[in-house]
């Protein structure tokens, strides 16, 4: 039972070089997100799909796009990785977008140097 | 627009001591909440949650949270911490209405001494 899967766990990048990070899950739920998670800040919302075919921003949006690839994967991606990008990105998915609960994969801890 | 205060960036208690970890919201109608724990390296696992209803919700791994509205508190309880306990909690609130966004609150970090 993977539940929500993200890789790589960890990367390191330059200025100015692009990645992607990947995510899938397997319970057959509609709506995924991506959060970034920096110290005494919480968890904020990059982007969110509500179901296959629909992305929207969220809180924290400049500097990267999403791709609903399909209804199990959602990959988030940094065009040109900047020092403030530093941090650690979950996704997360949800049964719906009506605050049903979340559920979250491990993170990716990306440092950009 | 909904805002959460953990006002306890870092708490130690003994093991078997009871918890009380504190959240506040600001949101003028009944808030979707909810408590979430993350253990070093993992991602955040659901703790509890409260849509409506009975205000003393309980959860898994003997935690149990209660709604108070007059005081835009929802506070996480355990009677007795176990040393497996000590990780970060953070608490969320969600509008209502179909639309997703949550907000999570900076978190508490539980440190469990012997």
């Known amino acids: 039972n993977a539940g929500v899967t993200q890789t790589p766990k960890f990367q390191v990048l330059k200025t100015g070089q692009s990645m992607t990070l990947q995510c899938a899950q397997d319970m057959n739920h509609n709506s995924m997100y991506w959060y970034r998670q920096d110290p005494g800040m919480g968890l904020r919302l990059i982007y969110y799909?509500?179901?296959?075919?629909?992305?929207d921003k969220g809180e924290v949006p400049n500097g990267y796009n999403v791709s609903r690839l399909n209804k199990r994967e959602f990959s988030l991606r940094l065009e040109s990785a900047a020092p403030s990008q530093t941090s650690v990105y979950f996704c997360?998915?949800?049964?719906?977008?009506?605050?049903?609960?979340?559920?979250f994969g491990n993170g990716t801890r990306l440092t950009v140097t | 627009a909904q805002s959460v205060t953990q006002p306890d960036i870092h708490i130690t208690v003994s093991e078997g001591a009871s918890l009380e970890l504190r959240c506040n919201y600001s949101y003028g109608a009944t808030p979707y909440l909810f408590w979430y724990v993350q253990s070093p390296g993992q991602g955040l696992q659901l703790l509890l949650k409260?849509?409506?209803?009975?205000?003393l919700v309980q959860g898994i791994k003997g935690f149990e949270a209660e709604f108070k509205r007059s005081q835009s508190s929802f506070n996480l309880r355990k009677p007795s911490v176990h040393w497996s306990d000590a990780a970060e909690y953070f608490c969320?609130?969600?509008?209502?209405?179909?639309?997703?966004?949550?907000?999570f609150g900076t978190g508490t970090k539980l440190q469990v001494i012997p």
């Open positions: 409260y849509f409506s209803g009975d205000t």
């Open positions: 799909s509500a179901s296959e075919g629909t992305t």
């Open positions: 969320a609130v969600g509008l209502s209405g179909g639309y997703q966004k949550v907000t």
């Open positions: 997360a998915s949800s049964e719906w977008l009506d605050n049903s609960p979340l559920h």
